[in-house]
């Protein structure tokens, strides 16, 4: 230490501070004055302490999960009891499943009925849709070579989706019953009344075209009907619900804002051909049925 | 104003000191400085602690109110100087302005100490309560001035009661802490 008076000492150490309040407010001006550097030193800092304070805050977690589970652990008993009692009851419930299952096997052998196939399905992960002519539509991780084919039913793991409109080797577009494009026949699950389920972009597609003495009920379960041959019926869709009077949507059961996985199936509904009708006329010829309605909308002799 | 640890001192010539005892008396020099640091370090961690951004200025205020008083040698300007700045690079309030605080509480605490320690321990607290009011008051009043709109004075009250509240229990724990380093001093 350099040698200094007594006297100096003193004098230097009541200048000190002065001179350091002097210095704060000279820091304070030149952090305010320019403030990228008093920033960057901010961050300089707390690189330095990040180590400590990860510590700090990881300790704080186990604390808080050491408290938890001695909480869980003061509650174990009673738990164990509501488990066990769960668990009885749904062992009676086991039993009555299985004898209602048996029941129903020896009621369809004497119906001598004949069993449904199981539908094969494929489960893929969804991507989001990149392009397409389909506002709402997504794209799917499987394609023809996993079996998926166009037409195709899509379920999310509580309802149905949407349909199957593209496939190519690896990726498969799903068209979702929320888009504009997509006109599903459906039944009211209770009613068994048929409608049309049309989607309009928006998060609840519309029912259209139910019969007027059999209206929609609000919160009534929405199935798919087989009418047009495209869906197997009963399928859940989704829940009625009333916007407005005189207004029914459904609420799909999917979560189809945030789908992440898809299973498709693919029911073999193609394969079921209706026996020809003897004295039956087709009604649609598949090339001509486009041009017919449009040239009789216009009046005779307006052709060409 | 002079220092008043200065005859302690002087009668243990420091040539005759041996490194043992030259590091015990560093390390009980930097043990309030350590202290307040380690609790910045604890309060500006991403921990749940409630009230946590207005304990923190109440306990180093306390600490360092304390140390100016009762025992300076362990609180020097640069130390406390230090801290502030270290408090505001850490914290969120403008550079430099924890500085600023500390060093008047520390100076306020300096210079009345002769009088404060003849004073009962409830005249101190009330004392340091104005201190730590004001302290709280100019934190708000520069906060409002760096940011040019006038800002919710709920947190600088909290913050005031908070320094006048924790001042008992930080007070006894450090007069506790210097009763056990006086008696270690002297054997």
Known sequence: ?304 | MSDPHQPRWDHNAETQLTSRQRLDRTARHLLPSVFTALVIIFFSAPVTIPGAAELLPAIVINTIFFWSVWRPSGMPSLAVFLLGLFMDLVGFTPLGVSAFILLLVHGIGNYARFGLMRLNFLLVWCLFGLVGAAAAALQWALACLFRLHLLDPAPAFFEALLCIGVYPLLSATFSWFLHILDEKDTP
């Not at chain 1, 119906?111 to 094969?120: D, F, G, M, Q, Y």
């Not at chain 1, 409109?165 to 009344?193: M, Q």
């Open chain 1, 1 to 304: 230490m350099v040698p200094v008076s007594i006297q100096v000492r003193q004098a230097l150490s009541k200048l000190v501070l002065p001179v350091l309040l002097l210095m704060s407010v000279g820091i304070i001006i030149a952090g305010q004055a320019d403030r990228p550097l008093a920033d960057r030193a901010r961050m300089r800092v707390a690189d330095v302490l990040a180590p400590f304070w990860n510590l700090l805050s990881r300790t704080q977690t186990d604390s808080e999960r050491l408290v938890h589970g001695l909480k869980e652990a003061r509650n174990l008993s009673e738990e164990n009891h509501r488990l066990s009692v769960e668990n009885a009851n749904l062992r009676r419930w086991y039993e009555v499943a299985v004898s209602l299952a048996r029941e129903n096997d020896a009621l369809k052998t004497e119906l001598h009925w004949v069993p449904e196939p199981t539908p094969a399905f494929v489960t893929g992960r969804v991507v989001a849709d990149s392009g397409g002519i389909y506002a709402r539509a997504v794209l799917l991780v499987a394609g023809t070579s996993s079996g998926v084919q166009t037409g195709n039913i899509a379920l999310a793991a509580n309802g149905l989706a949407g349909r199957v409109t593209e496939v190519g080797a690896h990726a498969a577009r799903i068209l979702l019953i929320t888009d504009i494009a997509s006109r599903l026949p459906v039944e009211l699950e209770s009613s068994h009344a048929t409608a049309i389920m049309v989607g309009d972009n928006s998060p609840l597609p519309r029912l259209l075209y139910y019969s007027q003495d059999t209206r929609p009920i609000e919160g009534e379960r929405v199935v798919t009907s087989d009418q047009a041959g495209a869906f197997p019926s009963g399928i859940p869709i989704g829940s009625v619900h009333y916007l407005h009077p005189g207004q029914p949507v459904v609420q799909p059961f999917a979560r189809l804002d945030r789908l992440t996985m898809l299973r498709v199936f693919d029911f073999g509904q193609s394969e079921i051909e209706p026996p020809e009708a003897p004295g039956h006329v087709p009604l649609t010829r598949p090339h001509r049925a486009l041009t017919l309605p449009f040239k009789t909308l216009l009046g005779p002799g307006q052709e060409g």
